[in-house]
Every structure is written in structure tokens, then in C-alpha cells.
């Protein structure tokens, strides 16, 4: 279900680009009348769109969040046991990844932009402060005065 949902997220914004008129409900009934991925709920997906057409995300739809949120328990715990075994589950890990990022309201992005201030001294923005307020810290205690800035070697 997180696959599909990429998906029609990465159509929607093909669409976007290329001004696309899409029909997300017929795009999963063509799916499923002459291709390999022929799951049983792509009529559900046409469901969804016909009740309605500028849904969002699939995760959004009650039938798929229902689904989702039953299933949730037992499918952290086949990641954990793959992860915990050394087994790869490369499209179960990810779709989980992305289900988490996707129903969080704040991701971990706060430690992409501490490394790249402590490496490069690009500076921060924190949470507790106004947006547009940027930071920079010298994570070592050594050095002196550095900023983003470029430089000649």
C-alpha cells in the first residue's frame, strides 16, 4: 500500500511538471487489467479517488489507513526481527521509513543540518527559536571564526 502511495505521489508530481490531467482511479484499473501487479485492492485505490479525486495520499483514505494502522504492530515487528536476523528487506524497511516520516510532524533534519554546520559551518536553524534565525556552532572547541562562505584554496 506505501509502494502504491509513492506512486501516485510521484505521478502527482510528474503531473505538476508536465501538466498532466491524470485519472488516478483509471491509472489502477489499467494496473489491474493487463500487468503483473494485479493486487486485489487496486479497485479500492479507484474507490478513493472517485470519492476523492484530489486525495492527497493514499495513507489518507480511511480504507487504507484502517488497514495500516491493524496491520502496523505485526509489521514493525517482521522489520525488527529482518533487521535484528541480517535478513535485507529493502521494501518492507523503506515503506515503514517512509509511513514514520510521513505521519510525523517533526523529522530528524535538525542532525543533517548539524553535520553540515559542523563540516562546513553552514549554519542552523533551532526550534525553539523564530524562523529565519540562523545558529552556528563550533561543535570542537577548536578553531577559529568560520562561516559558509567560499573560499580559494
Given at each position: 500500500?506505501?509502494?502504491?502511495?509513492?506512486?501516485?505521489?510521484?505521478?502527482?508530481?510528474?503531473a505538476?511538471?508536465?501538466?498532466w490531467?491524470l485519472?488516478?482511479g483509471?491509472?489502477?484499473l489499467?494496473?489491474?487489467?493487463?500487468?503483473?501487479?494485479?493486487?486485489?485492492f487496486?479497485?479500492?485505490?479507484k474507490?478513493?479517488?472517485?470519492?476523492?479525486?484530489?486525495?492527497?495520499n493514499?495513507?489518507?483514505?480511511?480504507?487504507?489507513?484502517?488497514?495500516?494502522?491493524?496491520?502496523?504492530?505485526?509489521?514493525?515487528?517482521?522489520?525488527?526481527?529482518?533487521?535484528?536476523?541480517?535478513i535485507?528487506?529493502?521494501a518492507?524497511?523503506?515503506?515503514?521509513?517512509?509511513?514514520?516520516?510521513y505521519?510525523?510532524?517533526?523529522?530528524?533534519?535538525?542532525l543533517?543540518?548539524?553535520?553540515?554546520?559542523?563540516f562546513?559551518?553552514?549554519?542552523?536553524e533551532?526550534?525553539?527559536?523564530?524562523?529565519?534565525e540562523?545558529?552556528?556552532?563550533?561543535w570542537t572547541g577548536?578553531?577559529?571564526?568560520?562561516?559558509?562562505?567560499?573560499?580559494t584554496?
Amino acid at each position: 500500500m506505501v509502494s502504491y502511495a509513492q506512486g501516485y505521489l510521484l505521478m502527482r508530481e510528474a503531473a505538476k511538471e508536465y501538466k498532466w490531467k491524470l485519472n488516478n482511479g483509471g491509472i489502477a484499473l489499467m494496473w489491474r487489467g493487463g500487468c503483473i501487479i494485479r493486487s486485489t485492492f487496486l479497485g479500492k485505490i479507484k474507490e478513493a479517488f472517485d470519492k476523492q479525486p484530489d486525495l492527497e495520499n493514499l495513507l489518507l483514505d480511511p480504507f487504507f489507513t484502517s488497514i495500516i494502522e491493524d496491520a502496523q504492530a505485526s509489521w514493525r515487528r517482521v522489520v525488527a526481527a529482518a533487521v535484528s536476523n541480517g535478513i535485507t528487506a529493502p521494501a518492507m524497511t523503506s515503506a515503514l521509513a517512509y509511513f514514520d516520516g510521513y505521519r510525523s510532524e517533526r523529522l530528524p533534519a535538525n542532525l543533517l543540518q548539524a553535520q553540515r554546520d559542523y563540516f562546513g559551518a553552514h549554519t542552523y536553524e533551532r526550534v525553539d527559536k523564530g524562523r529565519g534565525e540562523f545558529f552556528h556552532t563550533n561543535w570542537t572547541g577548536h578553531g577559529g571564526n568560520t562561516s559558509a562562505s567560499t573560499y580559494t584554496v
